[in-house]
């Protein structure tokens, strides 16, 4: 039985007429499908287990000029850039949230929110991309590209 957003998300899709758009629920090393120009995550990757993992599975299923846009929380590299009022949420909720989550799951290598852009680089760059960047930011979060 699928969940509500994705029986929803169907609905709207079947409304609109639209016929090239597909809504499933799968793990992030298993979704089906190739050739994918585009995927996207949005501040999941610190909470997975294996988050180099995913990011192979990713790259695998992308077409040789398509993009990852990755949304993860707004963290610096080193604990002192990260002492600030978002950032101090963030380190409470990963405590709490984040790096159990990912314990408990296979591999389990805790990331957590406050992971950094040089630690995301790194979980990407093993799972097989070439090519990564900070595309934008807000205060609240890093958009980062990854490409093949």
């Not at 793990?27 to 180099?52: I, Q, S």
């Not at 990912?102 to 992971?115: K, P």
Request: charged fraction near 20%; glycine fraction near 8%; proline fraction near 5%.
């Amino acid at each position: 039985m699928p969940h509500r957003s994705i029986e929803h998300a169907r609905d709207l899709a079947k409304q609109e007429g639209l016929a090239n758009v597909t809504f499933e629920v799968a793990l992030a090393k298993e979704y089906p499908g190739t050739n994918y120009d585009l995927v996207t995550t949005f501040d999941c990757l610190h909470d997975m287990g294996d988050p180099v993992g995913a990011s192979a599975h990713i790259r695998e299923t992308l077409n040789a000029n398509g993009n990852w846009m990755i949304v993860e929380p707004m963290a610096q590299d080193d604990l002192s850039g990260n002492l600030n009022p978002v950032g101090r949420i963030y380190y409470a909720a990963s405590t709490m949230i984040c790096v159990p989550s990912s314990l408990s799951q296979e591999v389990g290598l805790g990331l957590g929110a406050q992971a950094g852009e040089k630690r995301l680089r790194e979980v990407v760059t093993k799972g097989g991309f070439s090519r990564f960047r900070r595309a934008s930011e807000t205060p609240f979060n890093l958009i980062l590209e990854a490409r093949p």
